[in-house]
């Protein structure tokens, strides 16, 4: 794993092998939002941050050497705007990037006004920009669409899409073949290293608790290395977390 750059501070608590955590500085606060940089021949970013967080994700990924044409992928775990916020405006940064997300949150990357108004009507509109920035959409044409069984290619290093619903109904968690490290997304909750609690993450709409327990028992059996908590960082304490 690279070491951390100025604009890319992690957690302690693991690492693994050619994936390293970016702190999106959500709010402008640390430990609290994590993307990821995947090494390999096509490099990927697992999650965004909100738009709020991208001069932050960019500093990162800069200083860990990846320049604006050498991003090949931005995957998405869901379109929650913590976590995929910053996708439309970061893809024009690194313009050659494929995105990919659930093909139920894909229309809503292309269009985001009915998720924008979602999130204003839950934080008010002045608290959510506050926090989450403006939303600006991506080119429809560099969204893929994925779903249970599908495979990311990364030019040899692959990357295996789980359909997880229960936090949201367009959930996927994403398994690293190469480390059998597993990108949560928000599957298993929030975790904050910084004091060690771990609290489910039930946000409205359409948060489903029988959904959540079914996905959290499935991560657990894949009986991964490492969890990839995009709140926040790599965390290797498999069964006591699940």
Known sequence: MREPTEGAPTAAHASVPGITPVDTRIGGRELVTSAYLVDAAEPALVETGPGTSIDAVAAGLEGLGIAPGDLAHVIVTHIHLDHAGGVGALSRRFPRAT???????????????????????IFGRDRMLE?????????????????????????GRRIDVLYTPGHASHHVALADRESGAVFTGDALGIHLPDVRVLRPATPPPDVDVDASIASIDRIRALAPSVLLFSHYGPVEEVEELC
């Open 99 to 121: 995105i990919w997300v659930h093909d139920r949150g894909a229309p809503h990357l292309a269009e985001p006004d009915r998720l924008v108004a979602s999130v204003a009507r």
């Open 131 to 155: 926090l989450f920035g403006p939303v600006v959409p991506t080119e429809r044409e560099r969204i893929q669409a994925i779903g249970e069984g599908d495979v990311i290619d990364l030019g």
